[in-house]
């Protein structure tokens, strides 16, 4: 059996991250969807949820047993320590489920395995774990538009996500393989740019 290829996918909010890889698996590979994974980890019956009570809280957790997002994020934008208390929380759990799905994908022969991790450059241990980094990149003011135009976010919260994330600089210092997708490529062309990715990887 070929050996997969292990492919990190980051980018800033709004940068199109989710449109390649949502391409990338309509091409064949398998996409392990970090965000996704912890979610599901904070969702109702989630495995993060007990421990998350234990260490900050009962009322953390909603009364349909899920977590309180919005008290959750308040807390780790006041207290920087309760972002790291969280973190080792969840860090191991995606890391176990990420296992898990990798895993199965070997098992199934998948050649191209795509860890979807928005913060994988603020995150630095996921770099070894890579055979190669794709960064999909664009300006601060189109992240901005398109972040307004598919949500209720305004303007201001999205700046403060986007200062809280890597910049765009240390982004593109970890990157193998870059996809501008700026004003000059509309969503065919990036679909495009993204198949000829695929291709090269034999998909
Ligand atoms: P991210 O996952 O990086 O936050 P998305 O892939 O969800 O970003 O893209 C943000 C929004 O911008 C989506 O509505 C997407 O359809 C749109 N978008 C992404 N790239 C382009 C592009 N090149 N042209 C037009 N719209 C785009």
Known sequence: MAKAFQLGLTG?????????????????????????ISRSLTATG????????????????????????QRMRELVFTRPEARQQLEAIIHPLIA??????????????????????????ESGHWRTQLDGVLVVDCPEEIQIERVIARSGLSRQEIEAIIQAQASRNQRLACADWVVFNGQSLDLDALNTCVDQISAWFGL
């Open 96 to 121: 176990g489920e990420t296992m898990r799905q990798l895993e199965q994908a070997i098992s199934q022969g998948c050649r191209l395995i795509v860890h979807d991790i928005p913060l994988l450059v």
């Open 12 to 36: 800033g909010i709004g940068s199109g991250k989710s449109t390649v890889a949502a391409r990338l698996a309509m091409r064949g590979a398998t996409v392990i969807d970090a965000d996704q």
């Open 46 to 69: 989630g495995k993060a949820l007990g421990l998350i009570a234990e260490r900050f809280g009962p009322e953390l957790i909603s009364a349909d047993g899920s977590l309180e997002r």
